[in-house]
């Protein structure tokens, strides 16, 4: 069964710190390309960030560049996003998503095959 799972989510204050997870199952892991992307109340779904699983390329949206890290273990098929001096506006429900080829690594060539069900962050004032 092919499946994403996101994890770590939760309440941290303004300029704290989260990691999110992104377990994929079921997949060739290499072959992927693995998008972050965030849906805040209200608003449309935004794209956070990607990263190919081959060659480890990634790609950032300005408004999280020099905070968000993207980074992938091929031991434990999983992918996690490194947040950073978190500010209010980052407060969303954040969903991974994969491409089955690693190639559309950039935001603009992402394809989400497949969606996890998402993780709730609350940056809090």
């Known amino acids: 069964e092919v499946q994403l799972v996101e994890s770590g989510g939760g309440l941290v204050q303004v300029g704290g710190s989260l990691r999110l997870s992104c377990a994929a199952s079921?997949?060739?892991?290499?072959?992927?390309?693995i998008g972050w992307f965030r849906q805040a109340p209200g608003k449309e779904r935004e794209g956070v960030g990607c990263?190919?699983?081959?060659?480890?390329?990634?790609e950032y949206a300005d408004s999280v560049k020099g905070r968000f890290t993207i980074s992938s273990d091929y031991a434990k098929n999983t992918v996690y996003l490194q947040m950073n001096s978190l500010k209010p506006e980052d407060t969303a429900v954040y969903y991974c998503?994969?491409?089955?080829?690693?190639?559309?690594?950039?935001?603009?060539?992402?394809?989400?095959?497949?969606w996890g069900q998402g993780t709730q962050v609350t940056v809090s004032s």
């Open positions: 990263i190919s699983i081959s060659d480890s390329s990634t």
């Open positions: 998503a994969a491409d089955l080829d690693s190639r559309r690594w950039e935001l603009g060539y992402f394809r989400g095959d497949y």
């Open positions: 079921g997949f060739s892991f290499e072959d992927l390309a």
